[in-house]
């Protein structure tokens, strides 16, 4: 069963840069079929996909956050991390990492989460 | 972006009841579709993908359909466990988005 854990800091400051890492158990961030994926809900709303990324390093960000947004990859810690830059209040949010699974024909869909982790951006 | 809309919002019903959800793309997404479903508090969960496959342990009386633009989930016989929020998501194309949700409560 594969598990997902986020964390990271709970309070950012407005401007500075809001850092999580994802640390992925029972699975392999190398496996091939995977892409590792990041999500934000800020409170009382829906879902936004922020973007994700593959054990390769390659990468694919929302374009309403592109210019904000770094993911990297650790294959050897099994884990992998948002960096989200210049951040305001609009980006408290609660903040998923998910499995992006890419299989054959249309059998792509986001299969394990993690909890979630509540990210606050206040002065 | 691939805009998702879903209908209705929120959604009243009764244990027993039959209930469902229609979610509505901007443009064809083939059957590129998946539902998942959030209780509060708690991260969303994958219920069916490819718009009508159940994935592995859903209970069976959770069932999707349609393909092109027009989407649906249906619950059988509504279970108390099954009141919560339900998201419809696209996987056609980049960006990937959600609908809006929709609230199923407790009549």
């Known amino acids: 069963q594969v598990q997902l854990q986020e964390s990271g800091p709970g309070l950012v400051k407005p401007s500075e840069t809001l850092s999580l890492t994802c640390t992925v158990s029972?699975?392999?961030?190398?496996?091939?079929?995977?892409?590792w994926s990041w999500i934000r809900q800020p409170p009382g709303k829906g879902l936004e996909w922020i973007g994700h990324?593959?054990?390769?390093?390659?990468?694919n960000y929302n374009p309403s956050l592109k210019s904000r947004v770094t993911m990297s990859v650790d294959t050897s810690k099994n884990e992998f991390s948002l960096k989200l830059s210049s951040v305001t209040a609009a980006d408290t949010a609660v903040y998923y990492c998910?499995?992006?699974?890419?299989?054959?024909?249309?059998?792509?869909?986001?299969?394990?989460w993690g909890q979630g982790t509540l990210v606050t951006v206040s002065s | 972006d691939i805009q998702m809309t879903q209908s209705p919002s929120s959604l009243s019903a009764s244990v027993g009841d039959r209930v469902t959800i229609t979610c509505r793309a901007s443009?064809?997404?083939?059957?590129?579709l998946n539902w998942y479903q959030q209780e509060p508090g708690k991260a969303p969960k994958f219920l069916i993908y490819?718009?009508?496959s159940l994935q592995s342990g859903v209970p069976s009386r959770f069932s999707g359909s349609g393909s092109g633009t027009d989407f649906t989930l249906t619950i059988s016989s509504l279970q108390p466990e099954d009141f919560a929020t339900y998201y419809c998501?696209?996987?056609?194309?980049?960006?990937?988005?959600f609908g809006q949700g929709t609230k199923l409560e407790i009549k």
């Open positions: 443009q064809s997404i083939s059957s590129y």
């Open positions: 029972g699975g392999s961030v190398s496996s091939g079929s995977n892409y």
């Open positions: 490819a718009a009508s």
């Open positions: 998501q696209q996987s056609y194309s980049s960006p990937r988005t």
């Open positions: 998910a499995r992006y699974y890419y299989g054959s024909g249309t059998k792509e869909y986001f299969d394990y």
């Open positions: 990324i593959y054990y390769s390093g390659s990468t």
